[in-house]
């Protein structure tokens, strides 16, 4: 197989790494749903409310009964109705104790509430008579029986993001698991023998490994499962070792460094060995992240990024983000848009940004008000990772042209939201 980099325009890139399909759906409780997709049409089970019962603590009665020429009627109580109990129907020309949310008895068709009547609110013995408002319209205070949803009606969309609010409309119409897609489990491999851990002091010639802990946590904003693995030699075949073992439990593989044309790139030589994987190299023409590999390993999708951290930021942005959401759902015009290019809003440079030829710049940048200023002043260069995270959005800077090789200050431009 040629480990040659072939030439690639990003939109050809993101259309590349995101033929991928929906994992297939499991059945999870609803606790364990939370972000994930809903894979089919859910419709209620039950009514909601599930029956009729009282907005308020106070009085069940029928409105007839409060027929008077008087400003109040005394009306005798009879009963309880605590929330959970199924009550006696109301005698007629009576009135019910009932506390919020408790079912409403047969025969009433109103709550008055306590602080409208001559009871106490709170725990007391019940009264035997209670002081009314006369003359109330049959209906305030109730809260009627499918009001919200009926039974049979739809709950919630296929390919919808289940959130708490979602999660609480399936549990108030019967259901307590759902049928849902999984978040895509995602190896994280991190290649490079100059790697140290994060909080040790490095040895000459090392690095913290910040590529790591970036991409976990992106992977997990970005709704998948991420794992982390660690390849401390940059040796082919312990590289290769260490991608058939994730493969096997991995939905997708995310590899940074090891892709460049370093002598000493494991992924490069990989391809090239018997029996090793289905990689591809191309040249993107993009910075920071040019160099980028896609394939699969063992059957398992792949997408192999740059080593230096904001590379692998801006390259998990545009390429491992939108196939992360598509193995896990989603699915219609929201596949259609992430197979494209992210979304942009309008920028106006607010300093002068130096163009590069043939390539696309991804400049991170503090947007304020439409203005897009550089975090540091030396733009987008891919090794600047202490700075990133003053960053609010990415400008994009077109190519150069002869007559054009800078993006000046003033010029209106496009920048994705971070």
Request: charged share 20%; glycine share 10%.
């Amino acid at each position: 197989m040629s480990i040659q980099a072939v030439p690639s325009t990003i939109a050809e890139h993101i259309a590349r790494v995101t033929e991928v399909d929906s994992l297939p759906p499991v059945e999870l409780p609803l606790e364990r749903c939370d972000g994930l997709i809903v894979a089919a049409d859910v419709y209620a089970k039950l009514p909601v409310p599930a029956f009729d019962n009282s907005a308020m603590d106070g009085f069940a009665v029928a409105a007839e009964s409060l027929r008077s020429d008087e400003e109040t009627v005394r009306l005798q109580v009879h009963q309880d109705i605590p929330a959970g109990i199924s009550p006696e129907s109301l005698a007629p020309g009576t009135a019910c104790r009932i506390m919020t949310g408790a079912a409403l008895p047969a025969g009433a068709d109103t709550v008055i509430p306590v602080e409208d009547t001559d009871s106490s609110p709170g725990p007391r013995p019940l009264p035997a008579t209670v002081e009314l408002p006369a003359n109330r319209e049959p209906g305030a205070f109730v809260r009627r029986c499918g009001a919200d949803v009926a039974k049979g009606d739809l709950l919630l969309r296929r390919g919808e993001r289940l959130d708490p609010a979602a999660l609480a409309a399936a549990a108030s119409g019967g259901w307590g698991a759902l049928r849902v897609v999984p978040r895509p489990r995602v190896a994280i491999v991190s290649t490079g023998a100059e790697l140290a851990t994060p909080g040790t002091i490095p040895p000459p010639g090392h690095i913290p490994d910040s590529n790591t802990v970036l991409l976990t946590t992106l992977v997990r904003r970005w709704g998948g499962d991420p794992v982390a693995v660690r390849v401390d030699k940059d040796e082919a075949q312990e590289v290769g070792r260490t991608l058939a073992e994730i493969a096997e439990s991995a939905d997708l593989i995310i590899t940074s460094g090891g892709i460049s044309a370093g002598a000493f790139d494991p992924l490069k030589e990989l391809a090239t060995t018997e029996g090793g994987s289905e990689l591809r190299f191309f040249r993107l023409r993009q910075q920071p992240g040019g160099p980028q590999a896609w394939g699969s390993i063992a059957g398992t999708p792949y997408i192999g990024l740059p080593g230096n951290p904001v590379s692998v930021f801006v390259s998990g942005l545009l390429y491992a983000q939108p196939t992360i959401a598509l193995l896990g759902g989603a699915h219609g015009a929201q596949a259609d848009r992430l197979r494209r290019e992210p979304v942009t809003v309008p920028a106006t440079a607010g300093a002068d940004f130096p163009r590069l030829a043939n390539r696309r710049r991804y400049v991170p940048v503090r947007l304020n008000e439409g203005v897009a200023t550089p975090v540091h002043a030396d733009r987008s260069a891919s090794h600047l990772i202490a700075s990133l995270h003053l960053a609010n959005a990415l400008l994009l800077v077109e190519e150069g042209t002869q007559h054009e090789r800078v993006m000046t200050q003033g010029t209106r431009g496009r920048a994705i939201i971070l």
